[in-house]
């Protein structure tokens, strides 16, 4: 064997030889170590990929956690889309018409940091949006946020107009906008919201402070239709009141008018109108006189329809009953202050003729013989004193001297002294005819059983018999001819207050009212009616209620009467009259 090749024999033992220095070689050992050796490198390798992947998931499942659990950004004025796109209750009146309803529509919206030049997107948009704050868009287009609103609520032909403009970095973001179809009809009891659909006045606010905002804060709220929210107006006898109080407006050239229809029984309001008002659908152009709510929100001094109270506070006393007589021959001089008649008659009169001839000097020894703790607590009773509760947020404060005193008193018998809303002066005058209950108004429907629950007793039901009595003979011998409806027996009394210019009471502005009920036999409704500032008819010189609140009261009833129900009677047993032609 050549030396060449004893070379490669001893290498190749070497190779396979793994044992200790003076072992045999075993080649089954060789092979077996280097298996071991690749098994541990790969399980490394393994063990390293699985450690690398669990580091990876970690730090996405942390950063998740993170952004979870951190408060969303608030850029510029936008709100999340889930709560753009939420959804508001319909408000329908009692026999199912809307009154307000959401509709779909976009916004437009920029994203300045994709603006390459703010003149041309203004040019652009003006040719759209014709009435473009340009000052204040080039602000938005060159400020430094990433998101500013354009123009909330667009109509479909806007929307598809600009878009057909092409301009880069604006963009249209899904709203809901509310509507509301029967426009200024029913403003002030249904109210209105917010560019971003959230309730500002009337029962749309109402709706948002029974937990709806709340709702809407912390984004629980869906975008899926809810159930509509039914309230307790007609809108039919709305129709009717709102046109009759805005032609009585325009006719004695008045500063207001309002009407209140009103169930005696259940306290739910059928009609609530207060004029001037305003277009919900578009509010800012009703400006401060329009969204002046007077009938609730609005205090008046309410002149003679305050003789009821203290008349009905008279026999309820016990100091008088109907056969009772005052003398009303001279004037009352108290403080300074002479207390007289506007039409006296000079004589001793009776409970019937004080309330019929509206006589001061009879009222205010009514008065004078219950005393002015029990004159007081009386109009407690009834709501006259102290703030209304019901549904509409819109509800003033009445006013009252802070120490009563007899001149007080005596003044505040014939309405002048206290100051209340026209709603509070309805809602007692229910408590007058319906048999004494006190019973706090509603804008959602109430059944008579659940009024009756929390009704509260402040008269005998004698006494409100005899005041269903004494408003019929108003309405048939006295200031409530004018509101008398054929067939529906309509009693009432009128109130004529001059108001307060400067300190002192002007004899040429008056704030004029009519309380009224029918049928008068059972009655169940109450309407009243009022006017501020009338002018007679050649436009100079005050007109008295009786010839401005009471024809209204009239025409509201003469056209709303059937829808609400009311049968007319005729004859002197109440039957129809049977006519041959």
Same mark, same amino acid.
């Given at each position: 064997?050549? +030396?060449?090749?004893?070379?490669?024999?001893?290498?190749?033992?070497?190779?396979?030889?793994?044992?200790?220095?003076?072992?045999?070689?075993?080649?089954?050992?060789?092979?077996?170590?280097?298996?071991?050796?690749?098994?541990?490198?790969?399980?490394?390798?393994?063990?390293?990929? /699985?450690?690398?992947?669990?580091?990876?998931?970690?730090?996405?499942?942390?950063?998740?956690?993170?952004?979870?659990?951190?408060?969303?950004?608030?850029?510029? !004025?936008?709100?999340?889309?889930?709560?753009?796109?939420?959804?508001?209750?319909?408000?329908?009146?009692?026999?199912?018409?809307?009154?307000?309803?959401?509709?779909?529509?976009?916004?437009?919206?920029?994203?300045?940091?994709? *603006?390459?030049?703010?003149?041309?997107?203004?040019?652009?948009?003006?040719?759209?949006?014709?009435?473009?704050?340009?000052?204040?868009?080039? !602000?938005?287009?060159?400020?430094? !946020?990433?998101?500013?609103?354009?123009?909330?609520?667009?109509?479909?032909?806007?929307?598809?107009?600009?878009?057909?403009?092409?301009?880069?970095?604006?963009?249209?973001? $899904?709203?809901?906008?509310? +509507?509301?179809?029967?426009?200024?009809?029913?403003?002030?009891?249904?109210?209105?919201?917010?560019?971003?659909?959230?309730?500002?006045?009337?029962?749309?606010?109402?709706? &948002?402070?029974?937990?709806?905002?709340?709702?809407?804060?912390?984004?629980?709220?869906?975008?899926?239709?809810?159930?509509?929210?039914?309230?307790?107006?007609?809108?039919?006898?709305?129709?009717?009141?709102?046109?009759?109080?805005?032609?009585?407006?325009?006719? +004695?050239?008045?500063?207001?008018?309002?009407?209140?229809?009103? &169930?005696?029984?259940?306290?739910?309001?059928?009609?609530?109108?207060?004029?001037?008002?305003? &277009?919900?659908?578009?509010?800012? =152009?009703?400006?401060?006189?329009?969204?002046?709510?007077?009938?609730?929100?609005?205090?008046?001094?309410?002149?003679?329809?305050?003789?009821? +109270?203290?008349?009905?506070?008279?026999?309820?006393?016990?100091?008088?009953?109907?056969?009772?007589?005052?003398?009303?021959?001279?004037? *009352?001089?108290?403080?300074?202050?002479?207390?007289?008649?506007?039409?006296?008659?000079?004589?001793?009169?009776?409970?019937?003729?004080?309330?019929?001839?509206?006589?001061? /000097?009879?009222?205010?020894?009514?008065?004078?013989?219950?005393?002015?703790?029990?004159?007081?607590?009386?109009?407690?009773?009834?709501?006259?004193?102290?703030?209304?509760?019901? =549904?509409?947020?819109?509800?003033?404060?009445?006013?009252?001297?802070?120490?009563?005193?007899?001149?007080?008193?005596?003044?505040?018998?014939?309405?002048?002294?206290?100051?209340?809303?026209?709603?509070?002066?309805?809602?007692?005058?229910?408590?007058?005819?319906?048999?004494?209950?006190?019973? $706090?108004?509603?804008?959602?429907?109430?059944?008579?059983?659940?009024?009756?629950?929390?009704?509260?007793?402040?008269?005998? $039901?004698?006494?409100?018999?005899?005041?269903?009595?004494?408003?019929?003979?108003?309405?048939?011998?006295?200031?409530?001819?004018?509101?008398?409806?054929?067939?529906?027996?309509?009693?009432?009394?009128?109130?004529?207050?001059?108001?307060?210019?400067?300190?002192?009471?002007?004899?040429?502005?008056?704030?004029?009212?009519?309380?009224?009920?029918?049928?008068?036999?059972?009655?169940?409704?109450?309407?009243?009616?009022?006017?501020?500032?009338?002018?007679?008819?050649?436009?100079?010189?005050?007109?008295?209620?009786?010839? !401005?609140?009471?024809?209204?009261?009239?025409? /509201?009833?003469?056209?709303?009467?059937?829808?609400?129900?009311?049968?007319?009677?005729?004859?002197?047993?109440?039957?129809?009259?049977?006519?041959?032609?």
């Amino acid at each position: 064997m050549s +030396f060449l090749s004893r070379i490669m024999v001893l290498k190749s033992r070497a190779h396979f030889n793994t044992g200790g220095r003076g072992s045999a070689p075993s080649a089954g050992a060789s092979f077996q170590g280097t298996r071991k050796k690749k098994s541990a490198q790969a399980k490394n390798r393994v063990g390293l990929l /699985i450690a690398g992947f669990t580091v990876f998931y970690c730090v996405i499942g942390g950063r998740l956690v993170q952004y979870g659990m951190a408060e969303p950004l608030t850029t510029s !004025s936008i709100l999340p889309p889930d709560r753009l796109l939420a959804s508001r209750p319909d408000l329908v009146d009692r026999n199912g018409e809307v009154l307000a309803t959401d509709i779909r529509t976009v916004s437009l919206f920029a994203e300045p940091h994709k *603006i390459v030049d703010a003149d041309e997107v203004i040019e652009k948009l003006s040719t759209v949006l014709h009435d473009l704050d340009v000052k204040g868009t080039y !602000s938005k287009l060159k400020s430094n !946020s990433r998101f500013q609103w354009l123009r909330r609520q667009l109509t479909p032909k806007q929307q598809s107009q600009i878009l057909a403009l092409g301009i880069p970095g604006i963009g249209f973001r $899904p709203e809901k906008r509310r +509507f509301y179809p029967g426009g200024p009809t029913a403003a002030h009891v249904v109210g209105y919201v917010n560019i971003d659909n959230r309730g500002v006045a009337g029962m749309e606010r109402y709706v &948002d402070n029974q937990g709806l905002a709340d709702l809407a804060a912390v984004g629980m709220t869906s975008s899926q239709p809810l159930e509509p929210v039914k309230l307790s107006i007609d809108v039919r006898v709305q129709a009717i009141v709102r046109e009759v109080v805005t032609t009585a407006i325009q006719k +004695f050239q008045a500063l207001g008018a309002g009407g209140v229809v009103m &169930d005696a029984h259940t306290g739910e309001i059928l009609a609530m109108v207060s004029v001037p008002d305003f &277009d919900p659908n578009n509010p800012a =152009e009703g400006g401060e006189e329009g969204w002046l709510n007077r009938m609730s929100n609005g205090t008046f001094e309410m002149g003679s329809t305050f003789k009821s +109270f203290t008349v009905a506070m008279g026999l309820d006393d016990g100091k008088m009953n109907l056969q009772s007589t005052f003398d009303a021959r001279f004037p *009352i001089r108290i403080g300074g202050f002479t207390i007289k008649d506007f039409h006296g008659k000079g004589r001793v009169l009776s409970v019937p003729e004080i309330f019929q001839y509206s006589s001061n /000097i009879g009222t205010a020894k009514i008065a004078d013989a219950v005393g002015i703790e029990g004159h007081k607590a009386f109009l407690e009773k009834l709501g006259l004193l102290t703030k209304m509760k019901t =549904e509409l947020p819109e509800v003033a404060q009445p006013s009252q001297p802070r120490t009563w005193k007899k001149i007080n008193s005596i003044t505040i018998s014939f309405g002048h002294g206290v100051s209340t809303t026209p709603l509070q002066t309805a809602v007692a005058g229910a408590a007058l005819l319906n048999g004494g209950k006190y019973i $706090p108004p509603t804008f959602l429907p109430r059944s008579r059983e659940e009024a009756d629950q929390i009704a509260t007793q402040v008269l005998k $039901p004698t006494t409100s018999r005899d005041m269903r009595f004494l408003f019929e003979w108003n309405g048939v011998n006295g200031s409530g001819r004018n509101a008398r409806v054929p067939g529906f027996n309509v009693g009432g009394k009128t109130g004529t207050a001059d108001k307060v210019v400067n300190g002192r009471y002007a004899h040429d502005k008056n704030f004029n009212a009519f309380l009224a009920g029918f049928p008068m036999d059972n009655p169940r409704y109450v309407v009243l009616t009022f006017i501020d500032e009338p002018k007679t008819d050649k436009g100079n010189g005050a007109a008295l209620a009786g010839t !401005s609140a009471a024809p209204m009261v009239k025409d /509201i009833i003469s056209r709303s009467a059937a829808i609400l129900g009311v049968k007319p009677k005729f004859g002197k047993d109440g039957s129809a009259l049977l006519v041959s032609y």
